[in-house]
């Protein structure tokens, strides 16, 4: 059974930081493809960062690019999210998601929510003043 369990978000001022965190059980996150997608109210979800399972190679959206950055600590099989520079926008639910097979995609494939097999319940971010 594949469990996902995010922590870390919270309340924090604008141009702020945070750290979430995704503590997986039942599968190792450095055999498969993880990724951060968020979902603000009344729109759709969207793409955050990815991290290959190999090399661990990471991928961002356009919309975080220099402030975000998606590592992972495989000792303790957890992934991480560090956000600067937060703006109201940045204002979601960060889900954790876990891709479930180990075919290759193409870098811009790892941003498509449908590649994801297993979900976290999610945290709470929100940048306000």
């Known amino acids: 059974q594949v469990q996902l369990v995010e922590s870390g978000g919270g309340l924090v001022q604008p141009g702020g930081s945070l750290r979430v965190s995704c503590v997986a059980t039942g599968r190792t996150i450095s055999n498969h493809d993880m990724a951060w997608f968020r979902q603000a109210p009344g729109k759709e979800r969207e793409f955050v960062a990815a991290m290959r399972r190999s090399s661990g190679s990471p991928s961002y959206g356009d919309s975080v690019k220099g402030r975000f950055s998606v590592s992972r600590d495989n000792a303790k099989n957890t992934l991480f999210l560090q956000m600067n520079s937060l703006k109201p926008e940045d204002t979601a639910i960060y889900y954790c998601?876990?891709?479930?097979?180990?075919?290759?995609?193409?870098?811009?494939?790892?941003?498509?929510?449908?590649?994801?097999?297993?979900w976290g319940q999610g945290t709470q971010v929100t940048v306000s003043s």
């Open positions: 998601a876990m891709r479930a097979s180990s075919n290759r995609l193409i870098l811009s494939a790892l941003s498509d929510d449908r590649q994801y097999d297993y």
